[in-house]
């Protein structure tokens, strides 16, 4: 195992970037000639991982890069290596727009065809949004929020439908136009994905983004340009609307999210609700104290309590909570009632009583009448502590029940998206016969090395790091050389995805980012919020806990 560097560099030199000019298409003068200035970024396509090495031997212009590009933290040749070929690959992966770095695209497999995977998708470019902006270089991603922003305000339309004006698109790509010999963008918005679903988990993430950007760079101008506090707004009115809803979770439609495709996560799934605790709390603290702004926060501060006290309450599940669901009267007609979602407790799936040990626990993956998805999801229970969703008791738990069960959950290649697999019938009705989700394979427990990074910042937040080290080992003696797949198949995922993309551009980002936040934790900051300890927590002591 190479040792990592024991000193953690403080983050002293906040550089405060200038008055933010757009990346729009326009006219206007100011943003034409803001475009012809020469923009200071090092994208070096050509280099070998030996002159990679060297040329981390220098310093940022912000006077610091992560340990990991400089000679002290190289003690293992072959680590380092793996490092200076994910950042080699990542520059690879950069897209241009008008010369200016705009995103990477989702993978650089040419061996294939291309399909969707040329595109920059918001989901796939936040890991690289946050390798980029720990190694201090902040420009392609304040290019990719003002470029994202812009694209929102599209018209959107599926048929004759028009989509809600805060929908934030799932990717775009760049387009060269013979006729203007220049550039466009081409978004889209879900009019042209599988199933015809708008992204809802795009714009969540770029208020997370965002946030992320203000934080790292000390600088509030970006977020508070009047086009993105509008941005924002727009979002948060998508979500904070009132309807027909008797809960505060968000009810969404299949493939919607990172499993865009039908696996059964209609409904109020965790990886959505998570990441909209999130983003709320995000937005709480990038909104101006402006008439608007306050008018939005109030909603938040009301929506962020009705949302913890629900998740913690209904979607939380450890050993004692299992047994009560198993222990269930039904048909119960009054508010005291204790089943208040009807849930059969013959529904209880056979393998959930074997994976659940005593000390442990997690958000299940959906709570909805009538039924409960007993099945994990790592983006979402991973979300949830890094936004303090969870409380402290739920986030040690959840971590006692990954090293519990680290084969069913990590295997031999970090991490099952879920677990378990949906197998023969159910896997027929759930996913109607889809081919690439079978058993094990793709979203269907198959195995994702991009959820590394969600994983590590968990473990450092709950005082695991030796967790992550673990599991980053394990990706490490494969990933290069199976030239960074999007997943693997198996039961522990020994094998590279049936259909994986090569070189898929979030495995590497992922890989560089949990490294990265291992060797220095205080970039751990830019993705994780404190507890508010105005949402008095329902659990006071984890029911998980034996003595």
């Not at 809960?247 to 495709?261: H, K, N, V, W």
């Not at 913890?308 to 669901?325: G, T």
């Not at 393998?351 to 958000?363: A, I, L, N």
């Not at 490490?476 to 094998?495: A, F, Q």
Request: glycine letters at 6%.
């Amino acid at each position: 195992m190479c040792p990592l560097s024991k000193d953690v560099s403080q983050n002293g030199n906040v550089k405060t970037l200038e008055s933010a000019g757009t990346i729009f298409e326009a006219d206007d003068p100011y943003i034409l000639r803001s475009l012809e200035r020469p923009r200071a970024i090092n994208v070096e396509r050509n280099r070998s991982p030996e002159e990679r090495i060297d040329h981390f031997e220098g310093l940022s212009p912000h006077g610091r890069r992560s340990g990991f590009n400089t000679p002290r933290s190289y003690t293992c040749l072959e680590t380092h290596a793996v490092v200076a070929e994910a950042w080699k690959n990542l520059r690879h992966s950069t897209v241009y727009y008008r010369s200016q770095p705009v995103g990477t695209i989702a993978a650089m497999d040419h061996s294939v065809e291309e399909l969707n995977y040329d595109q920059v998708f918001v989901r796939d470019f936040v890991p690289s949004a946050l390798a980029f902006l720990m190694n201090g270089e902040e420009e392609i991603v304040k290019n990719f929020l003002l470029k994202t922003l812009h694209l929102q305000s599209w018209e959107k339309r599926i048929d004759q439908f028009k989509l809600g004006e805060g929908v934030m698109p799932a990717s775009f790509k760049v387009i060269h136009n013979p006729e203007t010999n220049g550039e466009i963008l081409i978004p889209d918005f879900g009019e042209s994905a599988i199933g015809r679903v708008a992204p809802v988990d795009s714009g969540f993430w770029w208020i997370i983004l965002l946030r992320a950007y203000t934080k790292h760079t000390g600088d509030s101008s970006l977020a508070e340009m009047p086009d993105c506090q509008r941005g924002m707004r727009l979002i948060l009115s998508l979500c904070l609307s009132e309807a027909f809803d008797t809960f505060p979770t968000l009810l969404c439609a299949d493939g919607c999210c990172m499993i865009d495709r039908r696996m059964g996560v209609y409904g109020y799934p965790i990886e959505i609700q998570a990441l909209f605790f999130m983003a709320l709390r995000c937005a709480l603290l990038l909104l101006k104290q402006d008439q608007e702004g306050k008018e939005f926060m109030e909603l938040i501060v009301k929506r962020l309590h009705a949302l913890s006290y629900h998740m913690r309450k209904y979607f939380w599940l450890d050993f004692k909570r299992l047994n009560d669901i198993y222990r269930y009267k039904t048909e119960e007609y009054s508010h005291a009632a204790v089943n208040k979602f009807n849930v059969m407790p013959d529904s209880l799936p056979d393998w959930v009583f074997d994976f659940m040990p005593t000390r442990g626990g997690y958000f299940i993956g959906n709570v909805s009448p009538a039924r409960k998805d007993f099945r994990w999801f790592c983006l979402g229970n991973c979300v949830a502590i890094l936004s303090s969703l969870a409380t402290p008791e739920q986030a040690s738990a959840i971590m006692d029940l990954i090293e519990s069960r680290w084969e069913e959950l990590v295997g031999e290649m970090p991490l099952k998206i879920c677990y378990p697999a949906l197998e023969s019938h159910e896997w027929r009705i759930v996913t109607g016969c889809d081919p690439k989700n079978t058993r094990w394979s793709y979203h269907n427990g198959g195995s994702w090395p991009v959820l590394l990074w969600l994983l590590t910042a968990a473990c450092i937040k709950t005082g695991r790091p030796q967790i992550a080290r673990r599991a980053i080992e394990l990706a490490e003696n494969r990933l290069s050389k199976d030239h960074w797949p999007e997943y693997y198949d198996g039961k522990v995922g020994r094998y590279v995805g049936k259909q994986a993309r090569k070189f898929q551009t979030w495995s590497i980002s992922g890989y560089l980012v949990a490294k990265m936040m291992l060797e220095d934790p205080s970039h751990l900051g830019m993705i994780s919020l404190e507890e508010d300890k105005q949402m008095k927590p329902l659990l006071k002591r984890s029911t998980s806990w034996t003595c």
